[in-house]
T-cell receptor
Framework: GNSVTQMEGPVTLSEEAFLTINCTYTATGYPSLFWYVQYPGEGLQLLLK?????DKGSNKGFEATYRKETTSFHLEKGSVQVSDSAVYFCALRNSGGGADGLTFGKGTHLIIQP | EAGVVQSPRYKIIEKKQPVAFWCNPISGHNTLYWYRQNLGQGPELLIR????????DSQLPKDRFSAERLKGVDSTLKIQPAELGDSAVYLC????????????FGPGTRLTVL
């Protein structure tokens, strides 16, 4: 079946530090990959996505590249801000066989200190 | 444009009591999803609707959970009777049928079963 594994948190960084949150997946076929973000007290928001191998998704300074050879979709940002503090979820969607929901990782809590 | 609306935002009940959650998706979105998010975990799909038809309910515990989407717009998820292990956040999401890579999530209903 499908599964997503992401690094456990909390991850605590200082403002302007470089961020990497690791995500690897297991799936049959060619899933689409996503990063969602959940800010305190808010719902899940789509941060970025990639639908095929070697695609790079980007948004708000965050980037992630779909690596089929390593089954990974690591999230990166060059310089984090306090406002980036949130929980980040890696997810995949594999529409093969009629299934269509998202499969999520457990989430990584990111804390940015000023 | 209004997002996905859910109510109530919080619900506390005693075990064995019934409970219902309501979701109003984004206008025009044919596809509606219910997810359950346990503490410290990522969301897990319970059921997916295409218009008024439940097309994927394989993860819905049918002995106590039920859902409906009359008229293909609003949806209700019910638990009867609730158990302690049902304490979680229940998330509703919606998308256009042809754009399932763009799922929009509501703020969720946090259920506590005592």
């Amino acid at each position: 079946g499908n599964s997503v594994t992401q690094m456990e948190g909390p991850v605590t960084l200082s403002e302007e530090a470089f961020l990497t949150i690791n995500c690897t997946y297991t799936a049959t076929g060619y899933p689409s990959l996503f990063w969602y973000v959940q800010y305190p007290g808010e719902g899940l928001q789509l941060l970025l996505k990639a639908t095929k191998a070697d695609d790079k998704g980007s948004n708000k300074g965050f980037e992630a590249t779909y690596r089929k050879e390593t089954t990974s979709f690591h999230l990166e940002k060059g310089s984090v801000q306090v406002s980036d503090s949130a929980v980040y979820f890696c997810a995949l969607r594999n529409s093969g066989g009629g299934a269509d929901g998202l499969t999520f990782g457990k989430g990584t809590h990111l804390i940015i200190q000023p | 444009e209004a997002g996905v609306v859910q109510s109530p935002r919080y619900k506390i009940i005693e075990k064995k009591q019934p409970v219902a959650f309501w979701c109003n998706p984004i206008s025009g979105h044919n596809t509606l999803y219910w997810y359950r998010q346990n503490l410290g975990q990522g969301p897990e799909l319970l059921i997916r609707y295409e218009n008024e038809e439940a097309v994927d309910d394989s993860q819905l515990p049918k002995d106590r959970f039920s859902a409906e989407r009359l008229k293909g717009v609003d949806s209700t998820l019910k638990i009867q009777p609730a158990e302690l292990g049902d304490s979680a956040v229940y998330l509703c999401a919606s998308s256009f049928a042809g754009q399932r890579n763009e799922q929009f999530f509501g703020p969720g209903t946090r259920l506590t079963v005592l």
